[in-house]
């Protein structure tokens, strides 16, 4: 369970990924933004979720 640690930095990548789309499609005359800037929002969500549940998880252990 050591790469915990490491798939939550995955969210962040996404949510700077879809930032960019988002900025790149802003001119465009489409909505496509806006679904990027939603889904980038959730990554950053998504982020700290996991990164709570990590340290909930690794403290969980560290009792035992």
């Known amino acids: 369970m050591n790469y915990l640690k490491y ?20 001119n465009d005359g489409t909505d496509e933004h806006f679904l990027f800037l939603g ?17 909930k998880f690794e403290a969980r252990n560290n009792s035992k």
């Not at 889904?39 to 340290?55: L, Q, Y």
């Open 39 to 55: 889904i980038a929002i959730v990554s950053v969500f998504m982020f700290f979720f996991r990164r709570k549940f990590a340290k």
């Open 7 to 26: 798939t939550q930095y995955v969210y962040l990548l996404a949510a700077v990924f879809f930032i960019y789309k988002s900025i790149s499609f802003w």
